[in-house]
């Protein structure tokens, strides 16, 4: 992932929000980083701009070896039901309530072979989100953590190449907390995908490798071990 001078500024009546100032960042393939920053700091418009969800204002977006800001509406589709997956926050409302985890992962698949793509079998997804003795439950049976495992699981469904997650933790307790850090961090290991987690919280940005904090609309700090990567 290779963004340069990404800017994004919300037309809204009367005024209007730069939400990013020209953010300049490279994600390795394969890499693990979050994305850290104070509430308003434009983390969640830069993932939707490396989702494909909408185009910046100005500024490029390199994913693998596309360009988002030059993608037709058609290519970007088909990316977001391939090689980028996305979950966004509240994803688990919208697993389907009356199958189970295997059964949304197994219908997740289905969109995913109809455009030709292999998938995982639907056990080793689950298992590697940590879901396995869960797959037969009932939605309304799994505790809010499994619920975000299998959002996850989801997402994941397809083998995506890319794994972007909006505060993927929140309202969730410590302990849900950790497996769902570690249903992504497998991810990344056994999927091979590279992995970016939008995060205001302190302790899941030090479970990452590596961190950058976005302030106001800007790459405003680096973490650990990503210095040689971070801005270009
Ligand atoms: P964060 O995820 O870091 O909290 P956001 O990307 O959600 O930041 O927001 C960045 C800025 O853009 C904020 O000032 C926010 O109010 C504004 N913003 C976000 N989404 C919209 C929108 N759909 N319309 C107008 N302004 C928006
Ligand atoms: P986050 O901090 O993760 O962006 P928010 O609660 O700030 O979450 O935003 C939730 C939703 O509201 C998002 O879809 C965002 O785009 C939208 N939003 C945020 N700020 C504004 C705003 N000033 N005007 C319109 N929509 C906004």
Not at 57 to 74: K, M, N, P
Not at 90 to 102: D, H, K, V
Request: hydrophobic letters at 45%; one cysteine or more; charged letters at 20%.
């Amino acid at each position: 992932i290779l963004t340069s001078r990404l800017v994004h500024i919300y037309r809204s009546e009367g005024s209007d929000v730069a939400a990013l100032s020209g953010v300049d960042l490279r994600v390795r393939a394969g890499e693990q980083i979050g994305l850290l920053g104070p509430s308003g700091a434009g983390k969640s418009t830069l993932l939707s701009l490396l989702g494909g969800l909408f185009r910046p204002s100005a500024g490029t977006i390199q994913v693998g070896d596309v360009e988002l800001s030059a993608a037709t509406t058609r290519e970007l589709e088909d990316l977001r039901a391939g090689t980028i997956a996305l979950v966004l926050q509240g994803a688990w409302r919208n697993l389907l309530p009356y199958l189970t985890p295997r059964e949304n992962v197994g219908f997740a698949q289905y969109a995913a072979r109809r455009l030709g793509r292999e998938v995982p079998e639907v056990d080793d997804v689950l298992s590697t989100v940590g879901l396995a003795g869960a797959g037969e439950a009932a939605l309304t049976a799994l505790t809010p953590g499994q619920l975000q495992l299998c959002a996850v699981a989801v997402a994941v469904a397809a083998a995506p190449g890319v794994l972007l997650a909006d505060e993927p933790t929140s309202q969730l307790d410590h302990v849900a907390r950790d497996r769902v850090m570690a249903a992504l961090a497998e991810v990344n290991r056994s999927l091979g995908a590279t992995v970016v987690v939008v995060t205001h919280d302190p302790d899941v940005a030090a479970s990452l490798p590596r961190t950058v904090t976005i302030r106001d609309g800007r790459v405003g700090g680096e973490g650990r071990s990503g210095e040689e990567y971070s801005v270009v």
